[in-house]
């Protein structure tokens, strides 16, 4: 008989204090005594995490990245043991380990590590003798056995890697909200939960600012077709089912708005135009590690033109510096930047399919006299970059404009 696994990945504030990783524990033993196999990861307790790099950078600005992986990978330790003993109260039989325990092998990057293999061998075993299976998010080992974490919000990543290897009917995300959101609830007040939405919306809603999922995970999600349920910790209400696109779904012109204010924007001027300029420019700003997003060039009318791009915030000090470097080298002109900006984005399937929803955005940000300063878009997405005092009002404006907060038809 093939058996019913489920994973459930509990977050940071699902398991922030006792009574709540008690109310995870009887979540899980509810599952298990309804008749599934329950494989469950969690997080750190509560902001255990952000607390714990704090107390690395009173050390040091520069924390060696091993020890950085040795230190902050102890935070799931405390809440998957913690979590056992809860479970251990309602007199189920449950066991915890750490990632290195159940084979999570990773690549040497520290910080940022690949799952490149997990050998579910232990964790099979311990399903066989009917226990519950709990399991620290976020780390693994790499082939020396030094642990390595998965990156921010990577216990995300475990959740959807476990379920893949013990090809779990489904993976559940719990987490503070009742699922994905047209728009972030605290901007907007009639924004809804969507019922069904597509790995690719995911992706771009989370790269975009979406903060409910790791971007990663959903990539690994859609990669191997593991099906995510986000739902809240504190209800039993249905939330959002990620999984292929059907479709239904190309129906839905635009899915979601979100939102992402870590962004700043640098502009390098009078840039001459000549073939190879921009790939000295973009080369040498990736040589110091700074990830660019969007890339904004104008029509030269003079034999030089405006370059405008957008780092993350964090990166601002070292992209002017380095911009500063090219400027000179290539005989361009003076670096401007601003800080205070807001990239808003619409993301869904059905502008694949239909055409006016790129000026029915600009529209709503016209009619609020929202300007708009840079733009890019792809296949299922449009961003707009715009002034950070008026992210909100955009976001507002988008929503209502496509009509996010009523009812679907489906
Ligand atoms: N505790 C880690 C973090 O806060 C991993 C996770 O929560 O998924 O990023
Ligand atoms: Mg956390």
Not at 15 to 42: L, P, T, Y
Request: with cysteine; net charge positive; glycine share 8%.
């Amino acid at each position: 008989m093939a058996r019913d696994i489920i994973v459930q990945k509990y977050g940071g504030t699902s398991v922030a204090d006792v009574s709540r990783i008690q109310n995870v524990a009887r979540r899980v033993v509810k599952a298990r005594r309804g008749g599934k196999d329950v494989v469950v990861v969690v997080s750190a307790l509560g902001d255990t995490t952000d607390n714990l790099i704090e107390l690395a950078l009173t050390i040091t600005n520069d924390p060696a990245e091993r020890e950085l992986d040795m230190l902050i990978s102890t935070g799931e330790q405390v809440s998957c043991a913690l979590l056992a003993m809860a479970i251990h109260e309602l007199g189920e039989d449950a066991i915890s380990f750490t990632g290195a325990q159940v084979g999570i092998i990773t690549d040497n990057a520290f910080t940022r590590a690949r799952i490149i293999d997990i050998n579910a061998r232990r964790i099979e075993e311990e399903l066989r003798k009917k226990r519950i299976v709990i399991v620290a998010g976020f780390q693994g080992v790499n082939v020396n056995q030094d642990i390595t974490t998965l990156g921010r919000g990577g216990s995300n990543l475990t959740a959807v890697a476990l379920a893949k290897v013990l090809k779990a009917r489904a993976c559940e995300m719990n987490t503070d909200v009742e699922g994905v959101f047209t728009a972030d609830p605290r901007i907007v007040k009639d924004a809804r939960k969507i019922d069904k939405i597509s790995y690719e919306e995911m992706f771009e809603l989370a790269s975009l600012g979406a903060q409910v999922l790791q971007p990663r995970s959903i990539e690994f999600a859609m990669k191997f077709a593991v099906p995510i349920h986000v739902r809240s910790s504190f209800s039993n209400r249905q939330g959002t089912i990620i999984s292929r696109e059907v479709r239904a779904m190309e129906d839905i012109v635009v899915s979601g708005v979100a939102m992402n204010k870590d962004e700043a924007k640098v502009t390098i001027c009078d840039v001459p135009d000549k073939p190879g300029i921009a790939a000295k420019i973009f080369r040498e700003i990736a040589r110091q590690g700074i990830n660019v997003d969007m890339i904004v060039q104008n029509v030269s009318r003079t034999g030089a033109t405006d370059v405008s791009f957008t780092v993350l915030a964090g990166d601002l000090g070292k992209t002017i510096k380095v911009a500063k470097g090219i400027s000179s080298k290539i005989g361009a002109g003076e670096i401007t930047f601003d800080k205070d900006i807001a990239k808003v984005s619409i993301v869904g399937i059905g502008m694949k399919s239909h055409s006016g929803v790129a000026a029915n955005m600009f529209e709503a940000l016209a009619d609020n006299g929202i300007n708009i300063e840079m733009i890019s878009t792809s296949e299922i997405k449009i961003s707009a970059v715009v002034d950070k005092k008026r992210g909100q009002d955009a976001v507002r404006a988008i929503h209502a404009k496509f009509g996010l907060g009523k009812k679907r038809k489906s």
